[in-house]
């Protein structure tokens, strides 16, 4: 079994006092909430999944929430809805900003998740805003996003059901990223029979060691690779063929070929992979760590979709002993063309309305600041295209 590079590996957290675990000073403050709520606004309002929700800053922004723009994109695609509660999230993952060992020093609903804050707002208005839009939404997907909490599970459909009352599939498909820790084959099929469209897991890490030390027993969380898989597995045969995805995270101590042998892996089952370049949330226990390098990012970017989305088989990709990729095993000038087009290097996850290689879920800015993009929310352009080939160039020993 491989060592995991040190340099990667999660600090510990300092320990959390008794008074400030599982959302005790949101509790007794007990402040009710007044609508739409700003991350360290005001005192923390005690909210609560199905009525609140969180949700991402580009989706508040492009609902009308609260002001703002987004750097060279005129709105987000995807509707992240993001369950809140008091008592947060309580798993621990070493890379997420949700974790629970941040409750020492914020509020669940006051932290910075994916690089930025989640305002929380009542589900009802955000349907009303969706419904009032009507055909001309700009959002091709709404997704809710599932943590570690014991009313997660039946809280998921509740906000599926009020959604589905008001806002056609065919306007909006629904996706679930869900918290397999918790569920049940039944749970899963109750989100499909609701009309739920994909169903996502958070693998996240891609190798069993790295899943333990990330978000197992390394710290002290409750996710084991195995549920994971076993949900993932139920999940593809209730949902179907295409209708799964696995999000994985690039850059925590995994080799190339271990994130590639999985995006295989999910191509042959008929599901897909999407991934994440790995950045240090503030506040993480991984916030030390350094960003994923780009040059090695682009590589598996682009090897990622040459598995799902060219017909290249993974066994014509060459890696190093230490499992670096270092040759596409593709002719160049077929190569040159899928680069050119930009779209190997857009964020990835569930389709939107454009093409089945389009995400809808383009998540601006998750995973980079916007002055070194990883993963394109929008089309790249010439000048992208041209910093594209340099940084796959930077490997040097990559046939590209
Ligand atoms: S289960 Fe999800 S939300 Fe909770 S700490 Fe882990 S990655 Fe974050």
């Avoid at 909490?149 to 996706?175: F, G, K, M, Q, Y």
């Amino acid at each position: 079994m491989a060592c995991l590079p040190p340099e990667t590996a999660p600090r510990v957290p300092a320990p959390v006092p008794a008074d400030k675990r599982n959302g005790a000073d949101v509790k007794a403050a007990s402040l009710a909430p007044q609508g739409l709520y700003r991350p360290r606004y005001q005192r923390t309002p005690a909210m609560r999944s199905p009525d609140y929700v969180q949700l991402s800053t580009a989706a508040a922004i492009t609902l009308g929430l609260i002001p703002g723009k987004l750097h060279r994109c005129s709105c987000t695609r995807c509707l992240n809805l993001l369950l809140t509660y008091p008592e947060g999230c309580r798993a621990n993952c070493a890379y997420c900003g949700l974790a629970r060992h941040r409750e020492r020093e914020t509020n669940y609903a006051d932290r910075n998740f994916i690089r930025v804050d989640w305002p929380a707002v009542p589900l009802d208005e955000v349907i009303e805003r969706i419904a009032a839009q009507g055909e001309a939404t700009p959002f091709e997907r709404m997704c809710i996003s599932m943590i570690t909490h014991p009313n997660s599970d039946a809280d998921t459909p509740r906000v599926l059901e009020r959604w589905r009352a008001r806002i056609p599939h065919a306007r909006i498909p629904v996706s679930i990223l869900s918290n397999p820790t918790t569920m049940r084959r039944e749970d899963v099929r109750e989100l499909y029979d609701l009309g739920a469209e994909i169903f996502t897991v958070a693998l996240d890490a891609c190798t069993p060691q790295v899943f333990e030390r990330t978000r197992g027993k390394g710290v002290d969380s409750p996710h084991t690779w195995g549920t994971y898989w076993r949900v993932f597995d139920e999940a593809r045969a209730i949902f179907g063929p295409q209708r799964t995805g696995m999000h994985l995270i690039v850059g925590m101590g995994e080799s190339d070929r271990d994130v590639l042998e999985i995006c295989a892996r999910l191509h042959a089952l008929e599901a897909h992979s999407h991934l994440f370049c790995f950045y240090p949330e503030r506040g993480s226990l991984m916030d030390h760590v350094p960003a994923t390098d780009r040059s090695r990012w682009r590589r598996v970017q682009l090897a990622r979709y040459l598995i799902e989305y060219a017909g290249h088989p993974f066994a014509a990709l060459r890696f190093s002993p230490e499992g670096a990729l270092v040759d596409f095993g593709m002719e160049k000038g077929k190569l040159d063309a899928i680069i050119a087009t930009g779209i190997p290097f857009r964020t990835s996850g569930c389709p939107g309305k454009q093409r089945e290689d389009v995400s809808a879920c383009d998540r601006p800015y998750g995973d980079s600041p916007p002055s070194n993009i990883a993963s394109y929310p929008f089309q790249p352009n010439g000048h992208d295209l041209r910093q594209i080939r340099r940084q796959l160039a930077e490997v040097g020993k990559v046939s590209a």
